[in-house]
């Protein structure tokens, strides 16, 4: 199994709270993804990083915001917290890149969140 | 623009059946393809992958795909269902390999 962990893995709060949530990788991997997942959806990107401090923006960004300061972390803040932000959201990691990689996406366990 | 189609939110199959989910596929350049199965309160495992090699994909557990570029899909079938494949598979498209586009997932009950 892919060395992928995720904190917390379940985590409540009220709306308008800052939540941060945590990708920590021992696979050395230079792309990380962050996706939520929710019925009807599937699973959707929110940002993604190509390399420490190199992020980008995925399909449904607006309200989130990822840092990426060590190639093993990857960060996920939502900084005020709504209700439409409850989710389950999963960490993903590639190797894309690497000479001769075609680089599947090794999935974490998940991050539940909800937003009262 | 990259995107997938999972044809069937739900499929029920009698164990022992042939299993076929179907997934279409748009994209503007030959695309990387992926099958990922995720079983309750877990993360998602990868089942198969189609990386522009043999068109006749053979995964974990039995299951297989075969890439049809002139319907642009890629379905997934197992020729025998077991119990233990209920689960929620998800297929996956990729153009550039750093990043990837999610159907919206089907649901497989097998009925003993």
């Known amino acids: 199994d892919a060395g992928i962990t995720q904190s917390p893995r379940h985590k409540v709060t009220e709306t308008g709270t800052p939540v941060t949530l945590r990708c920590h990788q021992t696979?050395?991997?230079?792309?990380m993804y962050w996706y939520r997942q929710d019925p009807g959806h599937g699973l959707r990107l929110i940002h993604y990083?190509?390399?420490?401090?190199?992020?980008d923006k995925g399909e449904v960004s607006d309200g989130y915001s990822v840092s990426r300061s060590k190639t093993e972390d990857f960060l996920l803040t939502l900084e005020s917290a709504t209700s439409s932000q409850t989710s389950v959201y999963f960490c993903?990691?590639?190797?894309?890149?690497?000479?001769?990689?075609?680089?599947?996406?090794?999935f974490g366990e998940g991050s539940r969140l909800t937003v009262l | 623009a990259q995107s997938v189609t999972q044809l069937g939110s739900h499929v029920s199959v009698s164990e022992g059946a042939l299993v076929l989910l179907r997934c279409n596929y748009s994209?503007?350049?030959?695309?990387?393809l992926f099958w990922y199965v995720q079983y309750p309160n877990q993360g998602l495992q990868l089942l198969l992958k189609?990386?522009?090699?043999?068109?006749l994909v053979k995964g974990i557990n039995g299951f297989e795909a075969e890439f049809k570029k002139s319907e642009t899909s890629f379905h997934l079938t197992k020729p025998s269902a077991h119990m233990s494949d209920a689960a929620e598979y998800f297929c996956?498209?990729?153009?550039?390999?750093?990043?990837?586009?999610f159907g919206t997932g089907t649901s497989l009950t097998v009925i003993p």
């Open positions: 993903a990691i590639s190797e894309w890149g690497t000479s001769g990689v075609t680089g599947e996406l090794f």
């Open positions: 996956a498209v990729s153009e550039s390999g750093n990043q990837f586009y």
């Open positions: 990083s190509y390399g420490v401090k190199d992020t």
């Open positions: 189609y990386t522009s090699a043999a068109t």
């Open positions: 696979e050395n991997h230079r792309y």
């Open positions: 994209s503007s350049v030959p695309p990387y």
